[in-house]
C-alpha cells in the first residue's frame, strides 16, 4: 500500500511538469498570448474604411498584432518616406510601386519561406509581379491588385462614325483615329480622335510609349541591368531596324500635322478631360478612373476594350502599374508585419479587398471570378500578359522619356536623336 501511494504523490509531480514541458516545447498545442506588437502601416489611395474590416478580421486570428492605418497623399508618399526611413522610423508596413525595388531594395526585408515559397508566389499571382517584386529568388512584396493599360472610347463618337466595335489592332486603331477626328477648314483639330502623340498633357504616356516598345520587340535594358537598350538595333528575318525609334515616330505622328494621323498636339486639354469631356474620341488609362470619368460626367456613353496589339504578334503584350505591400528593414516586428500581409493575401481576404475598392486581381484564381465583369473584366484579363521594365529611379526615367517625346513634337531634335539621347541618359542613371 506504502508503494501505490509513493507513486500516486510523485505522479501528482511529474504529471503537470511533463504537460508543461510539452506545451513549452510544442508552441502549437496551445496558442500564446504572447505580448501585444504594434504595426504602423502606410497606404496610399486605399482609405482607412478599406482595411479597418480586414485588420478586425485579422485581429480575431492575431489579437496581439495591432495594426494602425495611415493613408497619405501620393504626392508626397515617397518623399515622406524616404525621409523617415532615413531617420530609422517611418512605416512597418508600406505600399511599394512595382517600379520601385532597385531603389529600394536595400530598405525593405524580403518574406521568409514559411509564409511563402518563391513556387507557391509564381503559381498565385500573374507572372508580373514575380518579374518587379522577386530579386536573387527573394520576394519583398505582395501585390492586392495588378492594373494594367487599356483602351476608353466613347461609344456615342464610334457610332457616329460607324464604327461597331473598339480597335483591336494598331492598324484598326489608325482607321478609327482618322474616323473620329474633327478638324476645322484650316485643318486644327477641333476633336481628336484619341488622346496621343504627346507627353505633358497626357497622362500615362511613358506607360503608352513603354508598351508601344515592349510591343515592337524591344529590349528596353540590357540583361545585365547595367544599361538602357531601348535604342539599340534589332535583326529580324535578315532585316535590320531599331524598333525603339519605329515606336517613338508612331507614337508621335499623332501629334505631327503632315500625318494623316494627326490628331493631338500641345494645346490640347489634358487627356482625361478632353476624354470627359467628349473632345477626344478615346484614351488609354487604367482601371481606377472608371470612377474619375463618371463622376465628371455621369451621362458619358463610354466603355474600355482590350489595349490594340500588333496585328502580326502571336502574343498580346499589356502593361502593369500597380502596387504591392512591402515590410520596412527598420520594423522591429517584421515578423507579423509579413503575417499580415501573408494573411491579407490569401485568396478571400483579397478577394473583400477586391470587391471594395474595385480593383483588378493580381491571384490567378481571382481572375476568373472578374474576367467577365462589365468594368473590370477587360483590365483583370489583360493582367495575365501584363510586362513592366526594370526602371532604377522611375521619376527620373519618366522625366528622361517625356522630353524625348516633347523634343521630337516641337521639332528640336529628330527621331533618332532623341532615343539616343534618352537611351544614354537612362544609361547613366543605372551606373550611378
Given at each position: 500500500?506504502r508503494s501505490?501511494s509513493n507513486?500516486?504523490f510523485l505522479?501528482s509531480?511529474?504529471a503537470p511538469?511533463?504537460?508543461?514541458?510539452?506545451a513549452?516545447?510544442?508552441?502549437?498545442?496551445?496558442?500564446?498570448?504572447?505580448?501585444?506588437?504594434g504595426?504602423e502601416?502606410?497606404g496610399v489611395?486605399?482609405?482607412?474604411?478599406?482595411?479597418s474590416?480586414?485588420?478586425?478580421?485579422f485581429?480575431?486570428q492575431?489579437?496581439?498584432i495591432?495594426?494602425?492605418y495611415?493613408?497619405?497623399?501620393y504626392?508626397d508618399y515617397?518623399?515622406?518616406?524616404?525621409e523617415?526611413m532615413?531617420a530609422g522610423?517611418?512605416?512597418?508596413?508600406?505600399?511599394?510601386?512595382n517600379?520601385?525595388l532597385?531603389?529600394?531594395?536595400?530598405?525593405?526585408s524580403?518574406v521568409a519561406e514559411d509564409?511563402i515559397t518563391?513556387?507557391?508566389?509564381k503559381?498565385?499571382?500573374?507572372?508580373v509581379a514575380a518579374a518587379?517584386f522577386?530579386?536573387?529568388s527573394?520576394?519583398?512584396?505582395?501585390?492586392?491588385?495588378?492594373?494594367t493599360?487599356?483602351l476608353?472610347?466613347?461609344k456615342?463618337?464610334?457610332?457616329t462614325?460607324g464604327?461597331p466595335?473598339?480597335?483591336?489592332?494598331?492598324?484598326?486603331f489608325l482607321?478609327t483615329?482618322e474616323?473620329?477626328t474633327?478638324k476645322?477648314?484650316?485643318g486644327n483639330?477641333?476633336?481628336?480622335g484619341a488622346a496621343?502623340g504627346?507627353?505633358?498633357?497626357i497622362?500615362?504616356?511613358i506607360?503608352?510609349l513603354?508598351?508601344?516598345?515592349l510591343?515592337?520587340?524591344v529590349?528596353?535594358?540590357n540583361?545585365?541591368?547595367?544599361?538602357?537598350a531601348?535604342g539599340?538595333r534589332v535583326?529580324?528575318?535578315?532585316?535590320?531596324?531599331?524598333?525603339?525609334e519605329r515606336a517613338?515616330?508612331?507614337?508621335t505622328?499623332f501629334?505631327n500635322?503632315?500625318?494623316?494621323?494627326y490628331?493631338?498636339n500641345t494645346r490640347?486639354?489634358?487627356?482625361?478631360?478632353?476624354?470627359?469631356?467628349?473632345?477626344a474620341a478615346m484614351?488609354?488609362?487604367?482601371?481606377?478612373h472608371f470612377?474619375?470619368?463618371?463622376?465628371?460626367?455621369?451621362?458619358?456613353?463610354?466603355a474600355?476594350?482590350p489595349l490594340p496589339?500588333i496585328k502580326?504578334?502571336?502574343?498580346?503584350?499589356n502593361?502593369?502599374?500597380y502596387w504591392?505591400?512591402?515590410v520596412?528593414k527598420n520594423s522591429?516586428?517584421?515578423k507579423?508585419a509579413?503575417?499580415f500581409i501573408?494573411?491579407l493575401?490569401?485568396k478571400?481576404n483579397?478577394?473583400?479587398?477586391?470587391e471594395?475598392?474595385?480593383?483588378?486581381?493580381?491571384r490567378r484564381d481571382?481572375i476568373s471570378e472578374?474576367k467577365?465583369?462589365?468594368d473590370?473584366?477587360?483590365?483583370?484579363?489583360?493582367?495575365?500578359?501584363?510586362?513592366s521594365w526594370y526602371?532604377?529611379d522611375?521619376?527620373?526615367?519618366?522625366?528622361?522619356?517625356?522630353?524625348?517625346?516633347?523634343s521630337?513634337v516641337?521639332?528640336?531634335?529628330?527621331i533618332k536623336e532623341?532615343v539616343?539621347?534618352?537611351t544614354?541618359?537612362?544609361?547613366?542613371?543605372?551606373?550611378?
Amino acid at each position: 500500500m506504502r508503494s501505490k501511494s509513493n507513486f500516486t504523490f510523485l505522479y501528482s509531480i511529474v504529471a503537470p511538469f511533463l504537460i508543461f514541458a510539452l506545451a513549452a516545447a510544442f508552441p502549437g498545442c496551445k496558442e500564446s498570448p504572447g505580448k501585444t506588437v504594434g504595426l504602423e502601416f502606410w497606404g496610399v489611395f486605399d482609405d482607412s474604411d478599406v482595411y479597418s474590416p480586414l485588420i478586425e478580421s485579422f485581429n480575431k486570428q492575431y489579437p496581439n498584432i495591432k495594426i494602425r492605418y495611415t493613408k497619405k497623399n501620393y504626392l508626397d508618399y515617397e518623399k515622406d518616406l524616404l525621409e523617415a526611413m532615413a531617420a530609422g522610423r517611418g512605416p512597418d508596413l508600406l505600399m511599394l510601386h512595382n517600379t520601385w525595388l532597385p531603389k529600394y531594395q536595400d530598405k525593405i526585408s524580403a518574406v521568409a519561406e514559411d509564409l511563402i515559397t518563391l513556387k507557391e508566389f509564381k503559381e498565385t499571382f500573374v507572372d508580373v509581379a514575380a518579374a518587379d517584386f522577386v530579386k536573387d529568388s527573394d520576394i519583398y512584396a505582395l501585390p492586392l491588385y495588378v492594373d494594367t493599360l487599356a483602351l476608353y472610347y466613347n461609344k456615342d463618337i464610334l457610332n457616329t462614325a460607324g464604327i461597331p466595335e473598339a480597335p483591336k489592332t494598331w492598324e484598326e486603331f489608325l482607321e478609327t483615329v482618322e474616323k473620329t477626328t474633327l478638324k476645322d477648314e484650316r485643318g486644327n483639330v477641333s476633336r481628336a480622335g484619341a488622346a496621343i502623340g504627346t507627353a505633358r498633357n497626357i497622362n500615362r504616356s511613358i506607360d503608352i510609349l513603354s508598351v508601344l516598345m515592349l510591343q515592337s520587340g524591344v529590349s528596353m535594358i540590357n540583361q545585365n541591368r547595367t544599361a538602357a537598350a531601348f535604342g539599340e538595333r534589332v535583326s529580324l528575318e535578315g532585316e535590320e531596324f531599331f524598333p525603339g525609334e519605329r515606336a517613338l515616330q508612331f507614337y508621335t505622328d499623332f501629334a505631327n500635322p503632315l500625318k494623316s494621323v494627326y490628331t493631338w498636339n500641345t494645346r490640347m486639354h489634358y487627356s482625361i478631360d478632353a476624354f470627359y469631356e467628349g473632345q477626344a474620341a478615346m484614351m488609354f488609362n487604367y482601371s481606377h478612373h472608371f470612377s474619375t470619368i463618371r463622376a465628371k460626367s455621369p451621362y458619358l456613353n463610354f466603355a474600355a476594350a482590350p489595349l490594340p496589339q500588333i496585328k502580326t504578334s502571336a502574343i498580346d503584350v499589356n502593361y502593369a502599374n500597380y502596387w504591392g505591400l512591402a515590410v520596412s528593414k527598420n520594423s522591429k516586428n517584421a515578423k507579423q508585419a509579413w503575417q499580415f500581409i501573408s494573411w491579407l493575401s490569401q485568396k478571400e481576404n483579397s478577394r473583400k479587398y477586391l470587391e471594395t475598392t474595385r480593383k483588378p486581381a493580381a491571384r490567378r484564381d481571382l481572375i476568373s471570378e472578374q474576367k467577365n465583369d462589365p468594368d473590370l473584366g477587360v483590365f483583370a484579363r489583360q493582367a495575365l500578359t501584363a510586362r513592366s521594365w526594370y526602371q532604377v529611379d522611375n521619376s527620373a526615367i519618366e522625366t528622361i522619356m517625356a522630353e524625348m517625346i516633347e523634343s521630337v513634337v516641337l521639332g528640336e531634335t529628330t527621331i533618332k536623336e532623341a532615343v539616343e539621347k534618352a537611351t544614354a541618359q537612362v544609361t547613366v542613371l543605372m551606373k550611378d
